[in-house]
């Protein structure tokens, strides 16, 4: 360690000992904000549910799944919306197996294979391991089980863009990287069959993905309007990926639980219209050097609901069919990934 | 062993307040310097615990619920809901006491301010690295990129901090040591 970095190292402890002192009331803190963000979740739904009429009419299907962002979220089932289904074309893939898309490709996976960083599912010592990951680029994950003591899952695929310098690894399984449409996927499984079939799964999405996710969408630019069915969550990245500034392009797609479906549709009944939204550009263009902005766009089989942006990015951040919508933290609330995830 | 419920979710004491109250005041150190101010530490720790308490069975399970609680405390500091949440630039530190400012800030302020001046990704990899002693592995884990990725970020990360400091005849780095 250079001088340079021992200073570094002792400036950091210095300014340590400046942090709050007391943390006799954080156990409390925490107790009392885990308690607010479900209040507000909670009162959300119970105020949804005295409303006559839905505005959305949304009904919502469980898909009978245990997580949040993972495994059989996106198991394939047509709303009932008369709409086309996106899934009629897709190869066949075996039973319990689900689809991944990421930009304009789609691969299937085991249903035991989660999407997450190896760091979040296969920490060693973690609880409930995965068989495998589902990697993307911004999450580049270190799965190979080779590299002992990091955190790694033993399968999984991880979606790049381009062509990685880094060679492939294996570990104790088989691997192969697939070239397609412009982007790689590094695919490691335990056995040769497992590997075959993912491998033979992947296709580039022409039009939509397995749930009816386009590749790529213009902000708050959509059929909008109301339907029945399952709701499926789009996300989507702008500035991600080399991609322009404008542009969201798909990062991934799930259908939701009951759940989580109640409470973007309590919090979307509660939204209101901006005062000023004939004046306000619904569209969505970061500045230079801005930082990606991820966007959601919830909708019913080809009926959008709504496009919810994390940031401002030079528009509005919620659009619907009534137009530009007041932000809305119920709603933001309501479509945070940690939220969803362990709350 | 006591267990009381809270919103529904079992929370088993006094594990989890035990816990916290072991750990709390390392995390908010490790939170401090790696958010560089009082408010933010003390909201991402809070954050992190109020979403710990969950699935506090689970962590527990866990070998080291103290990398995993850690993990949740960067996650939450490098989350891009908190960047929509806090608006805010990091600027020189505030003087709450009246005083003036009566020379340069010595070298070791400098320095500090020019880490909270860091882009998040590289302030975080030199936290990890410098004040966590984390090894590249581990910091590749924790932030759920590459190890090139973690050497590069360390690396540019110094490289800011040494033109900020105007120290360019110290040495170059050693961080692959």
């Given amino acids: 360690m250079s001088d340079f970095e021992k200073r570094v190292r002792d400036t950091l402890a210095g300014q340590a000992d400046k942090a709050p002192g007391d943390a006799s009331g954080l156990a409390d803190a925490a107790r009392a904000r885990r308690g607010r963000r479900r209040t507000a979740i909670g009162g959300a739904v119970v105020a949804a549910a005295v409303v006559a009429a839905i505005p959305l009419g949304l009904a919502l299907v469980d898909r009978g799944d245990s997580g949040g962002r993972d495994s059989a979220a996106r198991e394939s089932t047509s709303p009932d919306t008369g709409a086309a289904d996106p899934a009629s074309d897709l190869p066949e893939i075996p039973d319990g197996w689900r689809w991944e898309s990421w930009r304009n490709v789609e691969v299937a996976v085991p249903g035991d294979w989660r999407d997450g960083s190896a760091y979040d599912l296969c920490i060693p010592g973690a609880p409930n391991q ?12 270190d799965f190979e089980p080779d590299v002992e003591g990091t955190a790694s899952c033993p399968q999984g695929v991880t979606f ?39 491998v033979a799964s992947a296709h ?62 309590a919090a979307l009944t509660s939204t209101r219209t901006m005062a000023n939204a004939a004046k306000v550009d619904p569209g969505c263009t970061l500045s230079k050097g801005a930082p990606p902005v991820l966007v959601h766009r919830l909708q019913v089989g080809d009926v959008v609901l709504v496009d919810i942006a994390s940031s401002d990015c030079g528009g509005t951040q919620i659009v619907t069919g009534d137009g530009p919508q007041q932000l809305d933290y119920a709603l933001l609330d309501a479509v945070d990934p940690a939220t969803m995830s362990l709350g | ?58 962590i527990c399970a866990a070998d080291d619920p103290d990398a995993y609680v850690r993990r949740m405390v960067v996650n939450a500091h490098t989350s891009w809901w908190r960047k929509f949440r806090r608006r805010e630039s990091p600027v020189a530190e505030v003087r709450t006491d009246g005083s003036e400012v009566t020379g340069p800030p010595a070298y070791d302020d400098r320095l500090w ?12 990899a030199i936290v990890l690295r410098f004040y966590e002693d984390m090894d590249y592995a581990a910091i590749a884990a924790i932030t759920g990129v590459r190890e090139g990725s973690v050497r590069s970020r360390v690396s540019r990360g110094l490289d800011a901090l040494r033109a900020e400091l105007g120290d360019h005849d110290h040495e170059r780095g050693t961080a692959d040591e």
Avoid at chain 1, 174 to 198: F, H, P, W
Avoid at chain 2, 26 to 40: E, I
Wanted: hydrophobic residues 40%; negative net charge.
């Fill in chain 1, 130 to 141: 995965p068989a495998g990951n589902i990697s993307r680029d911004a999450y580049q994950a």
């Fill in chain 1, 204 to 265: 580039e999405i022409t039009e939509t993905d397995s749930l009816g996710c386009a590749p790529s969408i213009e902000f708050g630019t959509a059929a909008f309007g109301e339907a029945e069915g399952a709701v499926t969550m789009c996300d989507y990245v702008i500035g991600g990926y080399g991609s322009d500034r404008s542009t969201p392009v798909l990062d991934s797609s799930r259908t939701l639980k009951e759940a989580q479906g109640e409470q973007l549709t």
């Fill in chain 2, 113 to 124: 301010q020019a880490c909270r001046r860091l882009p998040e990704a590289q302030r975080t």
């Fill in chain 1, 160 to 198: 790049l863009a381009g062509t990685p310098k880094e060679p492939i690894a294996a570990g104790d399984g088989v691997a192969k990287r697939v070239s397609l449409a412009g982007n790689t996927l590094d695919v490691v499984a335990a056995d040769q069959e497992t590997l075959d079939q993912v």
């Fill in chain 2, 1 to 58: 062993m006591s267990t009381m419920t809270l919103d529904g979710v079992g929370v088993t004491d006094p594990d989890f307040e035990s816990w916290v109250t072991a750990r709390g005041g390392g995390l908010l150190r490790f939170a401090y310097v790696l958010t560089g101010n009082a408010a933010d530490a003390e909201d991402v720790v809070q954050d992190a615990l109020s979403r710990a308490i969950g699935a506090w069975p689970r």
